[in-house]
């Protein structure tokens, strides 16, 4: 088992639709990071958090320590977040441990 | 700030070939780090560097991977002798400080025929 699990693997939505990507993790962290993939490959952080609540426009991610998992969510979903949204976990002093990630499609 | 910078972007070597990839992190961050990117094992840390310092290379493959920081702006992999197991995206990121997050390069796209 990894440990760090994203779900889903893969999600297609269309334009306007709630999104939410799911991450649960089994290995004690210091923070947590959302990373976004476009095609082409590369890769920005979205969010990094180790309690509560995050929000930057659309884009809010939540984490709860206790139940070991997070979620990143998306308010009206544009085809320009078509991505891959890889969730991260901080280990220790920076050793970060990756989830498999979730190939998101908006479609118009 | 050009953020992180990588080259080359693309690469295509043959088998048994020396390959260096290079990095320019973004000034006035202490750490940084090389990852590799394949669609069999996603994600993995390869090394990092505090102030210059390799802290851990257990993420580093095999011996024919080494990677050296001579100074707080540049950095290389080194891969020698390249193998086609070794065809990935090689991605180099830096940061300050764990509260500002990771900042990533575009990646080197390595291809060993």
């Known amino acids: 088992k990894n440990e760090v699990e994203q779900s889903p693997q893969n999600l297609t939505a269309q334009e306007g639709e709630f999104i939410t990507i799911n991450c649960s993790y089994s290995?004690?962290?210091?923070?947590l990071h959302w990373l976004q993939q476009h095609p082409g490959g590369g890769i920005v952080s979205l969010f990094m958090?180790?309690?509560g609540k995050k929000k930057h426009g659309r884009l809010i991610a939540t984490i709860n320590i206790q139940e070991k998992h997070s979620s990143l969510h998306i308010t009206a979903s544009h085809p320009r977040d078509s991505a891959v949204y890889i969730c991260?976990?901080?280990?220790?002093?920076?050793?970060?441990?990756f989830g498999q990630g979730t190939r998101l499609t908006i479609n118009p | 700030d050009a953020g992180v910078i990588q080259s080359p972007r693309h690469e295509v070597t043959e088998m048994g070939q020396e390959v260096t990839l290079r990095c320019k992190p973004i000034?006035?961050?202490?750490?940084l780090f090389w990852y590799r990117q394949t669609m069999m094992r996603g994600l993995e840390l390869l090394i990092y560097?505090?102030?210059?310092?390799?802290?851990?290379d257990s993420g580093m493959p095999e011996d024919r991977f080494s990677a050296k920081m001579p100074n707080a702006s540049f950095s290389t992999l080194k891969i020698q002798p390249s193998e086609p197991r070794d065809s990935a995206v090689y991605f180099c990121?830096?940061?300050?400080?764990?509260?500002?997050?990771?900042?990533f390069g575009s990646g080197t796209r390595l291809t060993v025929v």
């Open positions: 560097f505090n102030n210059n310092v390799p802290i851990d």
């Open positions: 991260a976990v901080l280990q220790g002093a920076q050793k970060l441990v």
């Open positions: 290995v004690g962290i210091s923070a």
């Open positions: 000034s006035g961050h202490d750490y």
């Open positions: 958090l180790s309690s």
């Open positions: 990121a830096s940061s300050s400080n764990r509260a500002y997050g990771y900042t």
